[in-house]
């Protein structure tokens, strides 16, 4: 009897570790082709978030094969088939756990990509990561408690109405918060960049919050704007493509002023300001371009470059004191405002 149990058994329990030691082989093959081959190959490509991604996912597919050769291993061992049930729910528990772990580090990978250039927006994507993390254990444990054979339809719709209620409540909240992170990610708006509002407010960009984004005005004074305002107005990035900008500088002079002497005074002037005054662009050609015959003085613009938005201050105000006096060298007049009047008798 002894060796007919031992012969039966021992065929069922063939089958098992067959099925265990092929299991093993391909767990530990499918971590060497990830080390191998496919880390190696994302190491290449000029983004990291497939590095991210990869190894968050190395682990778990190496437990998901090792679990699922478990499972198939328990399955064809027939003396356990009574057991199968409770082997079922302990198999999908553990699934859970496992996709559990992959959203989380999923999500911290994302989270790490979008915020690695710049650390002081980290905060607001580390709201983001936390919020998404919440939800992930929501649903994991709901999923378990499904599993295990309760009804979580209650539990669900009840967590949904509190959701809800808690999105109503704090409405302003998470508008500003989910403007934050259009802004973040489109990246519209930058830190360090000089911009300017619709209402005419400009500043630097100096943090950019969950909740908020703080402005650093010339003054040195910081502005406090809300996100979803933020989002939703008209801005003027002044860094956005380069940091060079062009200042256009209205001029006029009198309608008894030689013209072509006035360009040519005029763009000398520019020429030596931008060359000596910090900020100017000094291999920039400035240039003039008359617009219109105003009341007193034939009016003009001169268009000069200065390497970064405050720069212009200085340009303007140094260009402005050297024309006045070039103009007063070589006797070109900047007339009053003046009104003639004619009378016929």
Not at 59 to 87: C, D, H, N, Q, R
Not at 268 to 274: C, F, H, N, S
Not at 306 to 330: C, P, R, S, W
Request: charged share 20%.
């Amino acid at each position: 009897m002894e060796l007919e149990w031992l012969i039966r058994y021992g065929r069922e329990l063939l089958t098992p570790i067959m099925v265990l030691l092929a299991t093993i082989f391909f767990a530990f093959l499918s971590s060497f082709i990830f080390k191998r081959f496919l880390l190696r190959f994302t190491e290449k490509t000029k983004t990291e978030l497939d590095d991210k991604i990869l190894k968050a996912l190395k682990k778990p597919i190496f437990w998901i094969i090792l679990l699922s050769g478990v499972y198939i291993a328990i399955k064809s061992f027939e003396s356990l088939s009574t057991y199968m049930e409770f082997v079922d729910k302990i198999i999908k528990i553990l699934a859970i756990l496992i996709g559990l772990y992959v959203g989380i580090k999923v999500v911290g990978g994302i989270v790490w990509w979008y915020a690695r250039r710049e650390e002081r927006v980290y905060k607001t994507f580390a709201g983001v990561k936390n919020l998404v993390n919440v939800f992930i254990y929501i649903f994991a444990i709901l999923l378990v408690l499904h599993t295990l054979g309760y009804d979580v339809t209650a539990l669900a719709a009840g967590l949904g109405i509190a959701a809800l209620a808690v999105a109503l409540a704090f409405q302003s909240t998470l508008s500003n918060f989910f403007a934050g992170i259009y802004i973040t990610a489109e990246r519209s708006v930058k830190i360090g960049d000089y911009v300017e509002l619709e209402n005419g407010l400009g500043g630097f960009v100096v943090e950019i919050g969950w909740r908020s984004t703080k402005i650093r005005t010339l003054p040195n004074n910081i502005v406090v704007i809300p996100n979803s305002k933020l989002a939703e107005s008209i801005i003027t990035d002044y860094y956005a493509l380069d940091k060079e900008i062009g200042v256009v500088i209205p001029c006029g002079v009198s309608y008894a002023s030689d013209l072509e002497k006035v360009e040519r005074v005029t763009i000398e002037v520019a020429k030596r300001v931008l060359k000596n005054v910090e900020g100017g662009v000094s291999n920039f050609e400035p240039f003039i371009r008359y617009n219109k015959f105003g009341n007193s003085n034939i009016e003009f613009n001169v268009i000069l470059r200065v390497k970064e938005f405050t720069n212009k201050f200085l340009i303007i105000h140094e260009f402005m004191k050297e024309l006045k006096k070039a103009y007063d060298k070589e006797g070109i007049e900047i007339a009053y405002p003046c009104t003639n009047v004619y009378m016929r008798t």
